[in-house]
C-alpha cells in the first residue's frame, strides 16, 4: 500500500484546511486508516481514525469538536477537514494504513503498517 498526502500549507489562527491522503495498491485489506502529526523532537502524535469498512471515527481529545475525518472508498482517499487551527495544530501530519489495529490500539502508532510521506502544516498566531 502506498499512501500519498497532499493539502498542507501555511495558514493564520482560526483559519479551516483539509488534508488528502490518496492510498494505491493492495487496499483491500484495510481496516483502518488514520492521522498522525510529529512536531521535530517530539514523538508522533496520534490525530484521527477511521474504520476503512464502515467508517467508524476516533479523534484525539486536542481536535475532537475542530477536525473531521471522512473516506471514499471508491477513490481510495481519506480526508482531514480541520477547522478553528491554533499554532498547536502546527505539525508535519502523516496519513498512515493499518491492517491488524483494533479500537484500543487505534491511537498507537504501532498499530499501523504503511505511512506516507508526511504534508507540513504551519499556523502562525
Known amino acids: 500500500v502506498q499512501l500519498q498526502a497532499s493539502g498542507g500549507g501555511l495558514v493564520q489562527t482560526g483559519d479551516s484546511l483539509t488534508l488528502s491522503c490518496t492510498a494505491s495498491?493492495?487496499?483491500?485489506?484495510?481496516?483502518?486508516m488514520g492521522w498522525f502529526r510529529q512536531v521535530a523532537g517530539t514523538e508522533r502524535e496520534f490525530v484521527a481514525a477511521?474504520?476503512?469498512?464502515?467508517?467508524?471515527?476516533y479523534y484525539a481529545e486536542s481536535v475532537k469538536g475542530r477536525f473531521t475525518i471522512s473516506k471514499n472508498n471508491f477513490k481510495n482517499t481519506m480526508l482531514l477537514q480541520m477547522t478553528s487551527l491554533k499554532p498547536g495544530d502546527t505539525a508535519i501530519y502523516y496519513c498512515?494504513?493499518?491492517?491488524?489495529?483494533?479500537?484500543?490500539?487505534?491511537?498507537?502508532?504501532?498499530?499501523?503498517?504503511?505511512w506516507g510521506k508526511g504534508t507540513q502544516v504551519t499556523v502562525s498566531s
Open positions: 495498491g493492495r487496499t483491500g485489506s484495510s481496516r483502518y
Open positions: 477511521i474504520k476503512w469498512s464502515g467508517g467508524h471515527t
Open positions: 498512515a494504513n493499518s491492517l491488524r489495529a483494533i479500537p484500543s490500539s487505534i491511537d498507537n502508532s504501532g498499530a499501523y503498517d504503511y
